[in-house]
């Protein structure tokens, strides 16, 4: 296979199967999570399950007070990382012109020179946070296989994307296949590990303030 | 006319009225387009003035003429034109004017003549589904290249089709076309794809085997490195527009008119390997980048199969909106009757769950 047939087919059948993968696994998935039900609740419900539901996905986001002094760092990498995983994957100009082919339309980016420079932010970030887990005892006993493997899959991505934006090492077309299958890789392993915590934190957020709600106190 | 097989490169070119300056200035820029060190100037200059015109057998298979075309149609005779005169071509059905059994006559003699010395210079790809497809006097491309092949001291492939295949070759390959190295295994191949390769390159290839006697180095596909080491992208004038984020969007809007970078338009330079950026075409005049065109990506092979022209290359090249709206219905589908079936399974529990009373404990 050369390196130029390697590009087409990560762009061509290796990006559909992924892609076929992903959409199946995350509907399937939501699918069962939804129909799978809740027991009817028989005490009488003292407020709304829907507005403190709605409230609560977007209030979880700010940490209190004591949990941010407790977890600080935790909390500061963490944002970073998710922050800087949004802008680098919806934000750079390439990507976009991505999502416009799938979807139909795009949207504005930001400058080349910024994404980049939040690329080296972010793969920065997630290696302080591996680092942190090692080193610290106890989220090193919480931790599995399947952790890690996550966290791989989320910094290859970035690690070849900038690699084959500055085309470092090998030709281009090589760099460019590697870190498209690098994407396709998170695509095939994100709806089956905890990587699906990026659609399920929607509805466990409202499930969590629902519950609140119909009791009456605040989530 | 006397016979300009016995005269050396250096008297015909003088008979040509080439002057000495022009052509120590066309060797100096041979030497600064190799990477070489100025020091061999006077040593290529040496080498073509004496070297005696080395015979070369050109093919043409399935092509379309460009790359001769590339080769020959400057508006002035250049001096790459002249270097080209100055070989011996002894066969090149689309230039000669004998024909038929004549101009066979003359590449068998050649052949004969050279046997094991000579250069032979492919364009176009072999088809080997049926040999009927392309024939010279009745004579297959296979079986011509494999004959040719046999006493030729290097084989050239001029053009993406005899280097990759090519447009032949492209998605669904209806003759089965193949390249020159996909069947000649055991000689030195340069390639020199393109669609058509700059005439200069192919003259560069040229003055090198003629002035060191030996093929260039080449790089993992066959291509020499001092043409194909670096991409269109990493020596294109637009480059800064791409590193700030400045793209055209359609070929005529502001973008484009200030000279923007054309990825978005589909341009292949990220991934092309060729010369275009820094020889430029028609003497240094322009390139297709220049002139406001993405590049096609035409010297990498299977580029007319990358997905479309203007598809850039971080788009996928399959229709993925259509994978995507099939693969929710089917996931849906398969999503209700899975949980139909968990609910199932929950109710059968249920059902299936017996309360133990007292007289149970009896038993």
Known sequence: ?219 | MTNNKDKTLGEILRDQGVSRRSFLKYCAATASMMALSPALIPKIAHALENAKRPSVIWLSFQECTGCTESLTRAHTATIESLIFDAISLDYHHTLQAASGHAAEEAREEAMKENFGKYLLIVDGSIPLDNPGYSTIAGISNYDMLIESAKGAAAIVAIGTCAAFGGLPHANPNPTGAVSVSDIIKDKPIINVPGCPPIPVVITGVLTHFLTFGSIPELDHIGRPKVFYGQSIHDRCYRRPFYDKGLFAETFDDEGARKGWCLYKLGCKGPTTYNACATTKWNDGTSWPIEAGHPCLGCSEPDFWDGGGFYKSLSMPTENITQTVIYTAAGAIAAGVALGAMNKARKNNAVAAHSKTGVDDLEK
């Open chain 1, 1 to 219: 296979m050369t390196e130029i047939e390697f590009l087409s087919w990560v762009r061509g059948p290796g990006f559909q199967i992924a892609v076929i993968i992903f959409i199946a696994g995350v509907i399937i998935r939501f699918a069962e999570i939804l129909l799978l039900g809740r027991k009817a609740n028989l005490a009488e419900a003292k407020g709304s399950e829907m507005s403190s539901g709605l409230r609560t996905i977007v209030t979880r986001s700010i940490p209190d007070k004591s949990t941010f002094q407790r977890s600080t760092f935790t909390i500061v990498a963490g944002y970073v990382f998710h922050l800087g995983l949004f802008v680098t994957i919806f934000l750079f100009a390439p990507h976009i012109l991505m999502f416009k082919d799938v979807i139909g339309f795009g949207w504005p980016s930001l400058p080349t020179p910024v994404v980049d420079a939040i690329a080296v932010v972010t793969i920065i970030a997630l290696l302080t946070v591996l680092v942190h887990r090692m080193r610290s005892t106890v989220l090193r006993f919480l931790t599995n296989t399947e952790d890690y493997l996550v966290w791989m899959v989320t910094i290859l991505p970035l690690i070849t994307g900038y690699i084959a934006f500055h085309r470092i090492g090998m030709t281009a077309p090589t760099l460019l296949a590697i870190h498209i299958l690098s994407v396709e890789i998170l695509l095939v392993v994100f709806p089956f590990t905890k990587l699906m915590h990026g659609f399920t934190v929607v509805l466990s957020r409202w499930y969590g303030g629902a519950i609140s709600g119909y009791k009456g106190v605040e989530s």
